[in-house]
Protein backbone atom coordinates (compact mmCIF):
# COMPACT_ATOMS: atom_id res chain seq x y z
CA UNK A 1 0.00 0.00 0.00
CA UNK A 2 0.48 3.48 -0.38
CA UNK A 3 3.35 4.88 2.29
CA UNK A 4 4.34 8.45 3.47
CA UNK A 5 6.93 8.77 5.59
CA UNK A 6 8.82 12.39 7.03
CA UNK A 7 11.45 13.50 8.75
CA UNK A 8 12.09 14.55 11.23
CA UNK A 9 9.95 13.53 13.83
CA UNK A 10 10.58 16.45 16.33
CA UNK A 11 12.30 19.28 15.77
CA UNK A 12 13.53 22.58 18.62
CA UNK A 13 14.44 25.62 17.44
CA UNK A 14 15.41 28.86 18.34
CA UNK A 15 13.06 31.73 17.51
CA UNK A 16 14.43 33.58 14.50
CA UNK A 17 15.94 30.03 13.29
CA UNK A 18 15.06 28.38 10.08
CA UNK A 19 13.21 24.75 9.97
CA UNK A 20 12.57 22.00 7.36
CA UNK A 21 10.34 18.91 7.26
CA UNK A 22 10.27 16.62 4.19
CA UNK A 23 8.28 14.22 2.95
CA UNK A 24 9.30 10.86 0.82
CA UNK A 25 6.55 8.60 -0.64
CA UNK A 26 6.44 4.96 -1.52
CA UNK A 27 4.71 5.72 -4.97
CA UNK A 28 4.21 8.61 -7.56
CA UNK A 29 1.60 11.01 -6.40
CA UNK A 30 -0.76 12.82 -8.00
CA UNK A 31 -0.69 15.84 -5.62
CA UNK A 32 0.59 16.64 -2.07
CA UNK A 33 -1.02 18.72 0.74
CA UNK A 34 0.01 19.91 3.58
CA UNK A 35 -1.13 20.70 7.01
CA UNK A 36 -0.59 22.20 10.18
CA UNK A 37 -2.20 20.88 13.55
CA UNK A 38 -2.09 22.72 16.46
CA UNK A 39 -1.57 21.15 19.90
CA UNK A 40 -5.16 20.07 21.12
CA UNK A 41 -6.08 20.86 17.29
CA UNK A 42 -7.32 19.34 14.22
CA UNK A 43 -5.05 19.49 10.70
CA UNK A 44 -5.89 22.93 8.94
CA UNK A 45 -4.79 22.97 5.51
CA UNK A 46 -2.14 24.86 4.05
CA UNK A 47 -1.35 24.12 0.45
CA UNK A 48 -1.68 21.47 -2.18
CA UNK A 49 1.06 21.23 -5.11
CA UNK A 50 0.57 19.20 -8.24
CA UNK A 51 3.18 19.88 -11.04
CA UNK A 52 6.65 17.94 -10.89
CA UNK A 53 9.38 20.09 -9.34
CA UNK A 54 6.27 23.20 -8.56
CA UNK A 55 7.65 25.94 -5.71
CA UNK A 56 4.79 28.09 -4.09
CA UNK A 57 5.79 30.35 -1.56
CA UNK A 58 3.06 31.49 1.87
CA UNK A 59 5.35 34.37 3.00
CA UNK A 60 8.00 32.68 5.28
CA UNK A 61 7.16 29.21 4.35
CA UNK A 62 8.09 27.53 1.04
CA UNK A 63 7.06 24.30 -0.45
CA UNK A 64 8.11 22.22 -2.93
CA UNK A 65 7.70 19.30 -4.98
CA UNK A 66 10.07 16.89 -6.48
CA UNK A 67 10.69 15.98 -10.10
CA UNK A 68 9.52 12.43 -9.33
CA UNK A 69 6.69 13.53 -7.31
CA UNK A 70 7.71 11.41 -4.96
CA UNK A 71 9.03 13.83 -2.20
CA UNK A 72 7.90 17.05 -1.10
CA UNK A 73 9.32 19.70 1.71
CA UNK A 74 8.10 22.63 4.11
CA UNK A 75 11.03 25.41 5.15
CA UNK A 76 9.95 28.35 7.11
CA UNK A 77 12.30 31.09 7.43
CA UNK A 78 12.86 32.89 10.65
CA UNK A 79 10.73 30.74 12.92
CA UNK A 80 8.17 32.64 15.05
CA UNK A 81 6.27 30.96 18.41
CA UNK A 82 3.27 30.78 16.19
CA UNK A 83 4.65 28.07 13.89
CA UNK A 84 4.76 25.87 16.76
CA UNK A 85 2.78 22.94 16.04
CA UNK A 86 2.64 19.63 14.16
CA UNK A 87 3.31 19.49 10.24
CA UNK A 88 1.74 16.53 7.90
CA UNK A 89 2.16 16.36 4.14
CA UNK A 90 -0.30 14.19 2.45
CA UNK A 91 -0.09 12.66 -0.93
CA UNK A 92 -2.72 11.04 -3.41
CA UNK A 93 -1.62 9.10 -6.12
CA UNK A 94 -4.48 9.38 -8.64
CA UNK A 95 -6.84 12.44 -8.41
CA UNK A 96 -10.07 11.31 -6.35
CA UNK A 97 -8.11 8.85 -4.41
CA UNK A 98 -7.26 7.86 -0.69
CA UNK A 99 -5.57 10.85 0.76
CA UNK A 100 -2.28 9.49 2.78
CA UNK A 101 -0.84 11.28 5.45
CA UNK A 102 2.82 11.20 6.72
CA UNK A 103 3.81 11.03 10.35
CA UNK A 104 4.45 14.54 11.17
CA UNK A 105 7.33 16.53 12.33
CA UNK A 106 6.31 18.53 15.40
CA UNK A 107 7.77 21.97 15.63
CA UNK A 108 8.76 23.29 19.10
CA UNK A 109 10.24 26.91 18.95
CA UNK A 110 11.94 28.45 21.98
CA UNK A 111 11.58 32.20 22.62
CA UNK B 1 -19.76 28.22 5.43
CA UNK B 2 -20.33 26.33 8.19
CA UNK B 3 -17.53 23.63 9.07
CA UNK B 4 -17.34 19.94 9.67
CA UNK B 5 -19.68 19.04 12.30
CA UNK B 6 -18.91 16.16 14.82
CA UNK B 7 -20.19 14.61 17.46
CA UNK B 8 -19.75 14.27 20.74
CA UNK B 9 -16.80 15.85 21.75
CA UNK B 10 -15.31 13.15 24.05
CA UNK B 11 -16.69 9.59 24.81
CA UNK B 12 -15.38 7.21 27.80
CA UNK B 13 -16.33 3.66 26.92
CA UNK B 14 -14.97 0.17 29.13
CA UNK B 15 -13.30 -2.52 26.15
CA UNK B 16 -16.05 -5.26 24.62
CA UNK B 17 -18.48 -2.13 24.89
CA UNK B 18 -19.88 -0.23 21.44
CA UNK B 19 -19.30 3.18 20.28
CA UNK B 20 -20.66 5.45 17.19
CA UNK B 21 -19.26 9.00 16.24
CA UNK B 22 -21.65 11.18 13.79
CA UNK B 23 -20.21 13.07 11.31
CA UNK B 24 -21.87 16.22 9.32
CA UNK B 25 -19.91 17.16 6.45
CA UNK B 26 -19.64 20.84 4.55
CA UNK B 27 -22.71 21.14 2.54
CA UNK B 28 -21.95 20.05 -1.09
CA UNK B 29 -19.24 18.48 -0.57
CA UNK B 30 -18.97 14.69 -2.09
CA UNK B 31 -15.85 13.03 -0.36
CA UNK B 32 -16.25 12.02 2.96
CA UNK B 33 -12.97 11.02 4.92
CA UNK B 34 -12.55 9.15 8.73
CA UNK B 35 -9.17 9.16 10.21
CA UNK B 36 -7.79 7.65 13.47
CA UNK B 37 -5.38 9.70 15.20
CA UNK B 38 -3.41 8.05 18.23
CA UNK B 39 -1.34 10.39 20.24
CA UNK B 40 1.91 11.48 18.49
CA UNK B 41 0.87 10.17 15.32
CA UNK B 42 -0.29 11.29 11.98
CA UNK B 43 -4.09 10.69 10.91
CA UNK B 44 -4.34 7.05 9.66
CA UNK B 45 -7.43 6.59 7.03
CA UNK B 46 -10.40 4.26 7.97
CA UNK B 47 -12.29 5.19 4.86
CA UNK B 48 -13.44 7.13 2.38
CA UNK B 49 -16.74 8.07 0.33
CA UNK B 50 -17.69 9.48 -2.28
CA UNK B 51 -21.26 10.73 -2.53
CA UNK B 52 -22.53 7.70 -0.60
CA UNK B 53 -20.40 4.71 -2.33
CA UNK B 54 -16.90 3.49 -0.48
CA UNK B 55 -13.59 4.92 -2.60
CA UNK B 56 -11.78 2.87 -0.17
CA UNK B 57 -11.85 0.87 3.14
CA UNK B 58 -8.47 -1.35 3.24
CA UNK B 59 -7.97 -0.23 6.40
CA UNK B 60 -10.43 -0.18 8.30
CA UNK B 61 -10.64 -3.07 10.72
CA UNK B 62 -14.09 -4.49 9.75
CA UNK B 63 -14.07 -7.02 12.18
CA UNK B 64 -15.03 -4.54 14.56
CA UNK B 65 -15.32 -1.13 12.86
CA UNK B 66 -18.13 -0.06 10.18
CA UNK B 67 -19.21 2.79 8.64
CA UNK B 68 -22.03 4.24 6.72
CA UNK B 69 -22.55 7.42 4.27
CA UNK B 70 -26.44 7.29 3.93
CA UNK B 71 -27.58 9.27 1.10
CA UNK B 72 -24.09 10.67 0.44
CA UNK B 73 -24.36 13.64 3.13
CA UNK B 74 -23.99 12.59 6.98
CA UNK B 75 -21.85 9.58 8.18
CA UNK B 76 -21.63 7.54 10.99
CA UNK B 77 -18.59 5.45 12.24
CA UNK B 78 -19.12 2.29 14.51
CA UNK B 79 -17.05 0.31 16.79
CA UNK B 80 -17.81 -3.09 18.26
CA UNK B 81 -16.84 -3.84 20.25
CA UNK B 82 -13.77 -2.02 21.60
CA UNK B 83 -10.27 -2.67 22.48
CA UNK B 84 -8.21 -0.50 24.67
CA UNK B 85 -6.10 0.38 21.37
CA UNK B 86 -8.66 2.17 20.33
CA UNK B 87 -8.13 5.05 22.42
CA UNK B 88 -7.67 7.77 19.76
CA UNK B 89 -9.33 10.73 18.63
CA UNK B 90 -11.81 10.10 15.35
CA UNK B 91 -11.36 12.73 12.45
CA UNK B 92 -14.05 13.42 10.25
CA UNK B 93 -13.11 15.66 7.38
CA UNK B 94 -14.89 16.07 3.92
CA UNK B 95 -13.60 17.80 0.67
CA UNK B 96 -14.84 19.02 -2.67
CA UNK B 97 -14.54 16.94 -5.75
CA UNK B 98 -12.48 18.30 -8.46
CA UNK B 99 -9.84 21.64 -8.43
CA UNK B 100 -7.87 22.00 -5.27
CA UNK B 101 -9.88 18.98 -2.79
CA UNK B 102 -8.33 20.53 0.84
CA UNK B 103 -9.68 17.90 3.19
CA UNK B 104 -11.24 20.27 6.21
CA UNK B 105 -11.80 18.62 9.21
CA UNK B 106 -13.88 18.67 12.43
CA UNK B 107 -13.13 19.12 15.55
CA UNK B 108 -12.94 15.49 15.91
CA UNK B 109 -13.66 12.44 18.65
CA UNK B 110 -11.68 11.39 21.87
CA UNK B 111 -12.69 8.16 22.67
CA UNK B 112 -10.66 6.73 25.78
CA UNK B 113 -11.30 2.81 25.89
CA UNK B 114 -10.56 1.57 29.84
Known amino acids: GQQVMQIPQYQHVQEGEDFTTYCNSS?????IQWYKQRPGGHPVFLIQLVKSGEVKKQKRLTFQFGEAKKNSSLHITATQTTDVGTYFCAGRRDAGNMLTFGGGTRLMVKP | EAGVAQSPRYKIIEKRQSVAFWCNPISGHATLYWYQQILGQGPKLLIQFQNNGVVDDSQLPKDRFSAERLKGVDSTLKIQPAKLEDSAVYLC????????????FGQGTRLTVV
Open chain 1, 27 to 31: TTLSN
Open chain 2, 93 to 104: ASSRQGGVTEAF
